[in-house]
């Protein structure tokens, strides 16, 4: 699907411009960057066939063709990543290919595009839209391109947009035998399951209200379709000794609260939810404070802290990490030419007392370079914790040299 939507509107883009009148000539914009990647897994791997060591190379590029007065846009922005090991990581996607029409407080987009929701650090429970790319970054912050129509309304009372999806993305997962990070699992794509008698084709529909009330911002979201987190089932199998399991995606509605409150040097966060699947419903919040010493020392540099926690009512039942955890982080920003900035983190399960922790750190290099240094891994590992058991040598240190044009 992604190369034949490819093929499709560049042509159309293209007609656009060829018959737009004098008066609405179309500006065109060519973008994107190139990068060349290397991983190290420091710790021993579960079998032989893991390496220790990976390298790859990806890019994305922008394609942009916009009216001279701001109300027709076609913009094409492909993705892809070739890696020297793992085939499952070697992928591409189109993170937009779309059609926007805007007119004054009104705005229509159709086609394929990234919608980010959420304003905490550490866990995005609101940000729904959008399929993981599970395959590009643990962190889950990289998204596949979802195909969409969109309305949007922004009046004093605030803005409202609503969202009709028509297919679903399935999230891909490393090979089980050459990939890292790995959990030590196969995840059979040929039986994914699907509650929906309509399978990947089932209507998705989502609406968002958003507003600005003095220091608050405020949004309210509500969502019905398909899970974008598969729950995952063993079906009884192995594939060379590693037990099988099948993707399994419920539908799920959920009702959505994020909240940002900018108190001078402060920032406070929080993000709700309620939602239900298999006729179950559950709630979960994660929320904390950011501060911020603008010009520490009269250095020029900024210095910010993060204090946040993850909350399910389910806590050790929860199908995912994060039932009752605490996030600490350090941001600095040089604030210089080079754009240089390191951010340090770590997050304590107040269940089983495991540990884990992150490094990101990026600085330009001239004016199209940019070098990002990410180390990611886990200090303890407690004896029930088995999200942290099932991750415990899979530490890892990525480094990437970006080429932007």
Known sequence: ???????????????????????????????????????????????????????????????????????????????????????????????????????????????????FWGVTEFLHLVDIINQTDNVESPDGEQKLGQPMVKF???????????????????????????????????????????ESEHGRSNPDYALRYGHNIGAFDVG?????????????????????GLPVLNAYYPLRTQLGLDAQATLGSWLLKLEAIKSEENDITNARATGGVEYTFYNLFNSGTDVGLVAEYM??????????????????????????????SILIGGIVDLDTDSTAFSVEAERRLGQNFKVILEARGQNYVGDDDVWANALANEDFVRLRLNWFF
């Open 152 to 194: 949007s309304m922004a009046q004093s009372w605030g803005t409202l947009t609503g969202y009709f999806m028509p297919a679903f993305r399935l999230r891909q997962f490393y090979d089980p035998l050459t990939g890292r990070p790995s959990a030590g699992f196969v995840v059979n794509d040929e039986t994914t399951f699907f």
């Open 1 to 115: 699907m992604p190369l034949r939507l490819t093929r499709h509107l560049i042509p159309v883009a293209a007609a656009l411009g060829l018959m737009a009148p004098p008066a609405m000539a179309l500006d065109i914009d060519f973008e994107g960057y190139l990068e060349i990647e290397a991983r190290n897994f420091p710790q021993t791997a579960r079998n032989d066939d893991q390496r220790e060591n990976f390298s790859s190379v990806a890019g994305e590029f922008e394609l942009g063709f916009y009216s001279d007065n701001g109300r027709h846009a076609v913009i094409v922005k492909p993705f892809g990543r070739a890696d020297e090991h793992d085939h499952e990581r070697t992928h591409m996607d189109l993170r937009e290919a779309k059609y926007r029409y805007v007119n004054g407080a009104y705005e229509f987009t159709f086609g394929v595009d990234k919608e």
């Open 220 to 240: 309210l979201s509500w969502f019905d379709g398909t899970a974008r987190t598969p729950q995952l089932e063993p079906n009884g199998d192995s594939y060379n």
């Open 311 to 340: 909350w399910d009512e389910r806590e050790l039942d929860a199908p995912h990490p994060f039932g009752n955890d605490v996030g600490i982080g350090l941001r600095w920003t040089a604030n210089d030419v080079q754009s240089t």
